[in-house]
């Protein structure tokens, strides 16, 4: 079914939705910025909507705070930490409150880089060889420079470094086991940059980002004129083709549904690796869900009716979620 067959333009008058926003990763202020859009679009389309500020992790607070609005579906816009972990679908499915997003473990598998990275190789979609660090001590002896060092479960580029000499290796992990107790050291691959938004079974336009830092990091990602971004991407139609059809992949490897963002790099060995799937991406000005959507023919009204109409329809249509 196409997408514009999905999206009927409006919502039942009885529907009160709402929009979670904030949370408490390093990713809170991005995140109050993506809810609130979310929250006028839906305004925007005079529907009842409430905007709920999750700024605890206590189960007992967030099904008050929920609850307390009646809402009769949820817009989950909460990234990194509590926000895609599974944690808060976990708390939204024991209301029994449709959602928009994946689900607990495909949410969990998303977010955690080397879970993912696994169901990625026994799948065969192609990403950067890597190694697991629990120990900011160990350093890994069987990788050459360049080095991407990231940690495992945090979002928006926070904690990453691309190294490219030996000696700067253990300063890198220090700062990415800041963030949590495991981190990924992986191959760095040379190549372009390029994300695919998958919004129900359908790969959007390849966006390709060029940054003006060394890599697309926190500061490239939410700085005005810091990265550039070409939509759709110049590429051969076989090769653009391609890139989304591996997006698609991953995306239903994972078992993600509705809506999310496929990292990707076109290495100079003309090959396409996946480095990330976001299972909420940024729904923010300087989001590439949106101007996917846009190129597509899409307004951000109509991409967030879309996945709402997605949610209480209940089109999930997604592969089983990969045991790991």
Same mark, same amino acid.
């Not at 039942?12 to 926003?21: A, C, F, N, Q, R």
């Not at 708390?91 to 689900?103: R, T, V």
């Not at 495992?152 to 000499?165: A, Q, Y």
């Given at each position: 079914?196409?997408?514009?067959?999905?999206?009927?333009?409006?919502? =039942?008058?009885?529907?009160?939705?709402?929009?979670?926003?904030?949370?408490? &990763?390093?990713?809170?202020?991005?995140?109050?910025?993506?809810?609130?859009?979310?929250?006028?679009?839906?305004?925007?389309?005079?529907?009842?909507?409430?905007?709920?500020?999750?700024?605890?992790?206590? +189960?007992?607070?967030?099904?008050?705070?929920?609850?307390?609005?009646?809402?009769?579906?949820? *817009?989950?816009?909460? !990234?990194?930490?509590?926000?895609?972990?599974?944690?808060?679908?976990?708390?939204?499915?024991?209301?029994?409150?449709?959602?928009?997003?994946?689900?607990?473990?495909?949410?969990?598998?998303?977010?955690?880089?080397?879970?993912?990275?696994?169901?990625?190789?026994?799948?065969?979609?192609?990403? =950067?060889?890597?190694?697991?660090?629990?120990?900011?001590? !160990?350093?890994?002896?069987?990788?050459?420079?360049?080095?991407?060092?990231?940690?495992?479960?945090?979002?928006?580029? @926070?904690?990453?470094?691309?190294?490219?000499?030996? &000696?700067?290796?253990?300063?890198?992990?220090? +700062?990415? /086991?800041?963030?949590?107790?495991?981190?990924?050291? +992986?191959?760095?691959?040379?190549?372009?940059?390029?994300?695919?938004?998958?919004?129900? +079974?359908?790969?959007?336009?390849?966006?390709?980002?060029?940054?003006?830092?060394?890599? /697309?990091? *926190?500061?490239?990602?939410?700085?005005?004129?810091?990265?550039? *971004?070409?939509?759709?991407?110049?590429?051969?139609?076989?090769? &653009?083709?391609?890139?989304?059809?591996?997006?698609?992949?991953?995306?239903?490897?994972?078992?993600?549904?509705? /809506?999310?963002?496929?990292?990707?790099?076109?290495?100079?060995?003309?090959?396409?690796?996946?480095?990330?799937?976001?299972?909420?991406?940024?729904?923010?000005?300087?989001?590439?869900?949106?101007?996917?959507?846009?190129?597509?023919?899409?307004?951000?009204?109509?991409?967030? @009716?879309?996945?709402?109409?997605?949610?209480?329809?209940?089109?999930?249509?997604?592969?089983?979620?990969?045991?790991?």
């Amino acid at each position: 079914m196409g997408l514009g067959k999905i999206m009927s333009g409006k919502l =039942p008058k009885d529907l009160k939705i709402g929009v979670l926003g904030g949370g408490v &990763s390093g990713e809170r202020e991005i995140s109050l910025s993506s809810a609130r859009q979310v929250y006028e679009a839906l305004c925007r389309q005079e529907t009842d909507t409430a905007f709920i500020d999750i700024n605890t992790t206590s +189960e007992a607070k967030i099904r008050d705070l929920i609850l307390s609005e009646k809402v009769k579906a949820v *817009f989950i816009a909460l !990234h990194g930490e509590f926000g895609e972990d599974g944690q808060i679908q976990s708390i939204i499915e024991k209301l029994n409150i449709p959602y928009a997003g994946s689900s607990p473990q495909a949410s969990l598998l998303s977010m955690d880089k080397y879970l993912s990275k696994k169901i990625f190789t026994r799948e065969s979609i192609l990403t =950067p060889d890597f190694t697991v660090c629990t120990n900011p001590g !160990h350093l890994p002896g069987d990788f050459n420079t360049p080095l991407v060092v990231k940690p495992n479960l945090s979002g928006s580029s @926070l904690g990453v470094k691309i190294v490219r000499e030996k &000696s700067n290796l253990k300063k890198a992990l220090e +700062e990415a /086991f800041s963030f949590g107790e495991k981190v990924i050291v +992986e191959k760095y691959i040379k190549g372009r940059e390029l994300t695919v938004g998958i919004l129900g +079974e359908e790969a959007l336009p390849v966006v390709e980002i060029v940054p003006k830092n060394e890599y /697309f990091d *926190f500061e490239a990602k939410y700085t005005d004129g810091r990265s550039e *971004f070409v939509c759709p991407a110049e590429l051969q139609d076989g090769l &653009s083709r391609e890139i989304k059809k591996v997006a698609l992949r991953a995306h239903k490897a994972l078992g993600c549904r509705h /809506f999310s963002r496929v990292d990707m790099i076109l290495g100079e060995d003309k090959k396409i690796y996946v480095l990330e799937i976001n299972s909420i991406p940024g729904l923010t000005s300087h989001s590439l869900l949106p101007l996917a959507a846009k190129t597509r023919g899409m307004s951000f009204d109509d991409l967030v @009716l879309t996945i709402v109409e997605m949610v209480i329809h209940g089109k999930k249509k997604t592969q089983k979620t990969q045991k790991v």
